[in-house]
C-alpha cells in the first residue's frame, strides 16, 4: 500500500523559514515524480511545486518561486519543500503527492497534510 | 498560466440523482485532464486521469468526457458519499493548475 507521510508544519513568523519532509513507502519512489499541493483554509487545491525522478528537474507556482525549493533522497524515499521568506498567504495544509506515471503529473496519492501557519 | 474555471459552483441534487460538472480551460489541454473528489477533512482522491479514464478502485458511475477546452464529469446516480468538492486539473502547461472546485451538495 502507497503511503505518504508529511512532517514539520508548524506555527512560524512572517519572513520566516520551515522546511516540511514526506516520507514514502509502499512504492518505488525514485521511480516517480512528486509534488507539493497547498490547500489555504476553506480554499481550493493549489499545486507548488514539483520534482522529476532526477532531483534535478523542477517547476514552481510563480506564488513561490525564489522562495521555496523542493528536493528529493532517493536514497531516503523522502520529498522536502524549503520554505523561505515565509508570507501569512502561505499558511495552508500542504501535501505531498505522487504522480501517477514517469511525465504524467496528476496525482494517484497523497499525504495526511502537514498544517503550516505563518503568524506573528 | 492556463486558468481552469469549473460550473457551477455548487450543485443541489437529492441521492440517486445525476450529476453533471464541468470544467473549462483558458487554453487547450489536449486530454491532460484529471477530476479528483475531496471529502471534508480527508486528502483529494483522484477519480479520472487523461480526462476519461478511471484511476483505481473508482466506481463506474465515474465517468470523464472532453478534450481541448471541455471537459466534463458525470456521477450517474449520486450515492451518499458522493456528496463532496470536486476539482480539475490539467498537466499539459507548467504551471499544473488545478479548478476552484464543484460542491455537491444533498438538496
Known amino acids: 500500500e502507497v503511503q505518504l507521510l508529511e512532517s514539520g508544519g508548524d506555527l512560524v513568523q512572517p519572513g520566516g523559514s520551515l522546511r516540511l519532509s514526506c516520507a514514502g513507502s509502499?512504492?518505488?519512489?525514485?521511480?516517480?515524480?512528486m509534488s507539493w499541493v497547498r490547500q489555504a483554509p476553506g480554499k481550493g487545491l493549489e499545486w507548488v511545486s514539483g520534482?522529476?525522478?532526477?532531483?534535478?528537474?523542477?517547476s514552481y507556482s510563480d506564488s513561490v518561486k525564489g522562495r521555496f525549493s523542493i528536493s528529493r533522497d532517493n536514497s531516503k524515499n523522502t520529498l522536502y519543500l524549503q520554505m523561505n521568506s515565509l508570507r501569512a498567504e502561505d499558511t495552508a495544509v500542504y501535501y505531498c503527492a505522487k504522480s501517477t506515471a514517469p511525465g504524467k503529473h496528476c496525482f494517484d496519492s497523497w499525504g495526511q497534510g502537514t498544517l503550516v501557519t505563518v503568524s506573528s | 498560466e492556463n486558468v481552469l474555471t469549473q460550473s457551477p459552483a455548487t450543485l443541489s441534487l437529492s441521492p440517486g440523482e445525476r450529476a453533471t460538472l464541468s470544467c473549462r480551460a483558458s487554453?487547450?489541454?489536449?486530454?491532460?485532464l484529471a477530476w479528483y473528489q475531496q471529502r471534508p477533512g480527508q486528502a483529494p482522491r483522484l477519480l479520472i486521469y487523461?480526462?476519461?479514464n478511471r484511476a483505481t478502485g473508482i466506481p463506474a458511475r465515474f465517468s470523464g468526457s472532453g478534450s481541448g477546452t471541455d471537459f466534463t464529469l458525470t456521477i450517474s446516480s449520486l450515492e451518499p458519499e458522493d456528496f463532496a468538492v470536486y476539482y480539475c486539473?490539467?498537466?499539459?502547461?507548467?504551471?499544473?493548475?488545478f479548478g476552484q472546485g464543484t460542491r455537491v451538495e444533498i438538496k
Open positions: 487523461d480526462a476519461s
Open positions: 486539473q490539467q498537466r499539459s502547461n507548467w504551471p499544473l493548475t
Open positions: 520534482v522529476g525522478i532526477d532531483g534535478v528537474t523542477t
Open positions: 509502499g512504492f518505488t519512489f525514485r521511480s516517480y515524480a
Open positions: 487554453q487547450s489541454v489536449s486530454s491532460s
